[in-house]
């Protein structure tokens, strides 16, 4: 039977598949994800941030060194979690996988299929207690002092996202049955572009950037995910469009949905 993607359908017998990054659509602004997802609109896409990506693979390839041998990453261990070692499991690569929902449970009561990719997941090897790591890239300012970078926080407006993105995958994992800590990670990587003298090496074509690491704790909730399952399997069986949200957008999340302000904007002057 084909899977049920992309545009909802129905009639379709197999259960639809709402990908972690959809249900932040979702949650972001009910009006868009109707329109893509129960219309077939198509909307601009952002570009790929393949440094992003370039930066994720890399630290997953120093962290399965030591998945292999079942030991402590050093990073871990000068950070006080030499108990935890990489998550050695036969999906594993598998749960990595985002675009086929590798890491993904089926929600009877919505018969939804909810999934996504990770990035990793650190294991208690006393207590089988497992902990969901997420990989972030930044480049970011000085201090007050300029002496340093600072330091990096979960706070702000467009990083509510990834606390929302560690809360479901935590969910996930215990649909299917994990003993999960609250505990998820953020292992950030800082790239330095103030305290170096640049990047290209002289005797070859070759650069290197440098970058500052840290290890963000978070402690995570997923007490609203059933909800809001339920809430966007109403969304697709609406036969109108909800309205589009009035908060949650720009530096501050005080503005309306962008989309919102260009349709308004289109229509204000009898373009639409």
């Given at each position: 039977m084909a899977r049920h993607r992309g545009t909802y359908k129905p009639e379709h017998p197999e259960p639809y598949e709402v990908s972690?990054?959809?249900?932040?659509s979702f949650m972001n602004c009910p009006a868009c994800f109707w329109m893509n997802r129960v219309k077939g609109i198509k909307f601009p896409g952002m570009p790929g941030f393949l440094l992003n990506s370039a930066t994720d693979t890399l630290l997953k390839?120093?962290?399965?060194?030591y998945r292999e041998m079942q030991k402590p990453h050093p990073f871990m261990e000068r950070n006080d979690l030499g108990h935890l070692v990489p998550f050695k499991h036969e999906n594993f690569e598998l749960w990595t996988k985002s675009l086929q929902l590798g890491l993904r449970t089926f929600h009877e009561p919505s018969n939804l299929i909810i999934g996504g990719g990770l990035d990793d997941v650190w294991h208690d090897l006393k207590t089988d207690e497992i902990f969901v790591v997420d990989y972030k890239s930044t480049a970011g300012r000085k201090n007050d002092e300029g002496t340093a970078l600072n330091q990096i926080t979960?706070?702000?407006?467009?990083?509510?996202?990834?606390?929302?993105?560690?809360?479901?995958?935590?969910?996930?994992?215990?649909q299917a049955g994990f003993?999960?800590?609250?505990t998820g990670y953020f292992v950030y990587v800082n790239g330095d572009q103030h305290f170096e003298d640049g990047m290209l090496e002289d005797e070859i074509d070759k650069a290197n950037m440098r970058f500052d690491v840290q290890l963000i704790s978070y402690d995570a909730d997923d007490s609203w995910v059933e909800e809001t399952i339920l809430e966007l399997k109403n969304c697709l069986l609406m036969n109108e469009c909800p309205k589009h949200a009035d908060s949650g957008f720009g530096p501050k999340g005080d503005k309306q949905c962008e989309y919102a302000e260009l349709f308004d904007g289109m229509k204000e002057h009898k373009l639409i």
């Open positions: 972690r990054s959809q249900i932040q390839k120093d962290f399965d060194r979960l706070v702000g407006a467009y990083k509510e996202s990834y606390k929302k993105q560690m809360d479901m995958y935590q969910w996930i994992l215990r003993n999960v800590s609250r």
